[in-house]
C-alpha cells in the first residue's frame, strides 16, 4: 500500500469527507509532510472505489459544484488495520536491529 493510500484511509477513518477535506487532513496527519495534489487524490479516490476500501456516503452541491464525501467500507478498515500491523512490525525490526549494531541509543525509538 502506498503511503498516500495509507493516508487517504487513515483520513476518512475517522469521518466521511470530501476531497478538499481529505486533502487538509492527510496534511495534518504527516505534519505537513504529505501534500496531495487534486490528481494523485482522485486517483487513489477512483482505486480504493473500484477496490471496494471506500465508497460515496453521500452528494451535495455547494456554490454549483458537486461535492462527493467518501467514507471507510468494512474491508476498507480491514485493510488499514492489516497495513498499521505490517508497518509498526517493520518499524519494531528496524529499531531493533539499529539498537543491537548501535547506531541508536536505547532510548532513540519506542
Known amino acids: 500500500m502506498t503511503e498516500p493510500t495509507f493516508l487517504v484511509l487513515t483520513a476518512l477513518a475517522a469521518t466521511p469527507q470530501h476531497g478538499y477535506g481529505?486533502?487538509?487532513?492527510?496534511?495534518?496527519?504527516?505534519?505537513?509532510r504529505v501534500r496531495l495534489r487534486a490528481g494523485t487524490l482522485y486517483g487513489v479516490l477512483d482505486r480504493l472505489r473500484v477496490?471496494?476500501?471506500?465508497e460515496v456516503d453521500h452528494e451535495e452541491v455547494v456554490q454549483s459544484r458537486l461535492r462527493r464525501y467518501?467514507?471507510?467500507?468494512?474491508v476498507g478498515?480491514?485493510?488499514?488495520?492489516?497495513?498499521?500491523?505490517?508497518?509498526?512490525?517493520?518499524?519494531?525490526?528496524?529499531?531493533?536491529?539499529?539498537?543491537?549494531?548501535?547506531l541508536l541509543p536505547k532510548e532513540g525509538l519506542a
Open 77 to 102: 478498515a480491514q485493510a488499514l488495520a492489516e497495513e498499521t500491523t505490517r508497518m509498526r512490525r517493520n518499524a519494531t525490526a528496524a529499531a531493533t536491529r539499529l539498537r543491537r549494531s548501535g
Open 70 to 74: 467518501y467514507r471507510l467500507t468494512g
Open 51 to 54: 477496490d471496494g476500501l471506500i
Open 22 to 32: 481529505v486533502v487538509e487532513d492527510v496534511l495534518r496527519i504527516s505534519d505537513g
